[in-house]
Structures are given as structure tokens and as C-alpha cells.
């Protein structure tokens, strides 16, 4: 008698958060914006922003971007969710609404507040930030264009986006909402994010001593419509696509002078089986970050050309710290807490949970490249996911060590 195979459990993202926020200066080049750009391949004609916020020396200039348009010659519709009796975002209560009608405001009233991109980069004169609300990146980009300022100090929010492209895997910080920064957050720069992802056995790597970090290779969920050449829609019947596990390697970085940092990696990444789901804070470092380059660190040939006098040794110096700064790492830097329970008796709990799925969950037909191998085409997953505002008076790694201990 052949043993019954075991279902698979179906790969979704409840309780998922994959989000971002920027505070620093806005970068606006030549490049930034396109506006009414006419695509080569269709009838395509959209906007598109790509913004380098400049968030300090510590973590340099990330970049971040957002794009919408419409076709020309076809019937354009929005995909929107509406209101619980609350006033609250209702994600069952899904449908569409003709292009054409995104600023009808009688449409406009029972649409989820999720739904718009929120930008509040100017005051009026008393002073109050004016918050403008856009239902379509569109409209939201070509009012940026004409507000947002060189050097403007702001808050930039959205989601994160994960995308395949030449067998690589790249990250997108998608906009969801710009503000000015409040009081308390001038000058208090970042580059910060949180993500949810699963690990296995095999996720936490050999500590890098120089860099003081783990590798953790996760896998993150996303949303494709074709993977690998395989039609993950079964035909148009499953709208959006499927769920691809992706491997991403981040960094987890530990205090190399603190034991009880370097035990926590353990604690926190290794999986001893199945497959586990964990929610992390971590940080950009991307490209601009100033690296400080010393003379040792220069290679030989450059070292050469210095004692030949092609150039000055704070020329080399700036050359190499320049092309060292072109990173785009991950830092993961701490699991998320949150107060979970009824109001006056919440307790903390670390967002993780053992044993979300098994390793056969995720060894998926559809991961295979087919034989008639086509450009990977990506869809954008239309997720809600919230950001939660952590608690800033948390003493938050005694608060770990003692969870952890547990």
C-alpha cells in the first residue's frame, strides 16, 4: 500500500510586516522624477519617482521609488478596499472603482484609509502641515514633483517589495506616505525597517569576525504571477499568482566585546527543525555611507600610483571610500516585542513562532525553472500590513535576555 503524501500547508502572510522609514535630506536630481513618460512596448503612460533620501553618514543614501500610470486606450480600474463600522480598514470588502472617478469625493468617503498615498510636505499659514491624501501613485507623484525640495528634511514610509530579476534577488522600497519630520525627529536621522521572515536549519551562518555579523538566510513570501517560467495563475484562475519563497541573505550584527550578543544570535536564528517565522527591526547601510579608508586599506596598484604622484593621497583615499560605500546591506538588529493580552495584564511577547511549516512546505513544484525558460514577471502583492510603534522606554535587551530565558 503506497503511503498517502501529506498535504502541504498553503504558504500565506498573516501577521506579516515587511515596512520601512526613512528620515534624512531628499536628493532630487535630473533623474528623480519622470512625468508622463510614454512606454515603448504599449499605451502605457505613467510617472515614477526614484528618491535617495541622504539619512546621515551612519547609513548614507537610500534610495526608495514609486510609479503609476494608465493605458490610454483601455478602461483603467483601481483596486480599493472600503470601511468597517468603525471606520477602519474592512480587507474583505474589496472591490474596484473606475479610474476616472479618484477624485469623487462621494467615492471617495467609503474607501479604506490604507488605500491612499498620504503626503504632508507643506504648511499653511498658521504653520499646520497640510496632509494631501492620493488614491493613485499618479497623482501622487506629480504633486511631489512640484512640491518636494532639494534638501528638504522628511519622513518617508512605505512597504517593502522583493523582485527577481537575472536570478538576483533586489529589494524595492515602495512610498506609502512623505511628512515633514516632527520636532523630536529633526536631526535624529535613520534608515530603518521591519520584516518578517522564515527560517530553517540552515539560516544562520559562520559569524564574520571583521564585519561583527551573521548571515541569516531567510526565506521572504512573495506574490508572482510567473515564476522560473512557470504560469503560477493556473491559467488566469488564480488571481495575483502564488506565493515564491525567496532566499535573502541579511546580516545580523552582535557587539563582539558582549557574550551574552553573541549568544543571542544563537537563541534568536537557530532552528533545530521545521520551519520558523520571525519578525526583525534592522537598518539600511547603502550606498554614500561614509566608510573611512586609511592608507593600509588601499590596494597595491593604488598605493602606486600615489608614490608616482598620479594622485594626491586624499584623492585615492576619497576614490576608494567611494567605490568601498556602494553596499546595499541589510542589518538586522532585534527581534520585535509586542504587549499582547487583555488591557492591564498584556505581557511581552518575541514575534516568533516555531514550527510554521514544515521544510516540505516549502519544496514547491513551481520553484523548478521550466524548460521553456521566459523573463520572470513580477506582481506586486496588494498586502496591508501595519507597522506597530514600539514602546521607546522598554529597557529592550534585558527585556530580550530575560524572554529568551524563558
Known sequence: ???????????????????????????????????????????WIYNSINLNV??????GKVGCELMGGY???????????????????????????????????DILKDIGDLCFIKIGIEKDTKGEVVINKFLHAYDAIKYLSEALQDGMEIKVRGQLKYTVYDKHIQVRKEINSIYLPREKELNTYEAAFTQSML?????????DKDKC??????????????????DLTEGGAVKGGKFVPLRKTFEYVYDPEDEKSI???????????????????????????????????LPDDIKELVEMGAYSLEEALALCTENASKERRMLLTRPVIKLVGEDGSKIPQIQKFDSMYSEDDLVL???????????VDEVEEDSETDTTEQDEEIDYDSMLDSLLDD
Open 1 to 43: 500500500i503506497m503511503a498517502k503524501q501529506k498535504e502541504k500547508k498553503p504558504l500565506d502572510k498573516k501577521g506579516w510586516v515587511q515596512t520601512f522609514e526613512l528620515i534624512g535630506k531628499a536628493c532630487i536630481k535630473d533623474y528623480t522624477f519622470k512625468i508622463d513618460e510614454h512606454s515603448k512596448k504599449s499605451d
Open 54 to 59: 541622504d539619512c546621515g553618514d551612519k547609513y
Open 71 to 105: 493605458g490610454a486606450g483601455r478602461n483603467n480600474v483601481i483596486y480599493v478596499h472600503g470601511k468597517d463600522e468603525n471606520g477602519g480598514d474592512d480587507f474583505d470588502n474589496r472591490y474596484q472603482i473606475d479610474f476616472d472617478d479618484r477624485f469623487d469625493e
Open 199 to 207: 527560517l530553517d536549519k540552515y539560516s544562520i551562518g559562520k559569524a
Open 213 to 230: 555579523a551573521f548571515p541569516i538566510t531567510a526565506y521572504i513570501l512573495e506574490k508572482f504571477k510567473e515564476y522560473n517560467g512557470n
Open 263 to 297: 549568544e543571542r544570535a544563537g537563541k534568536l536564528f537557530k532552528v533545530k527543525k521545521n520551519v520558523t517565522l520571525i519578525t526583525c527591526q534592522g537598518v539600511f547601510v547603502e550606498g554614500g555611507a561614509v566608510i573611512q579608508t586609511t592608507e593600509d586599506d
Open 365 to 375: 513544484d513551481y520553484l523548478i525553472e521550466a524548460d521553456d525558460d521566459e523573463e
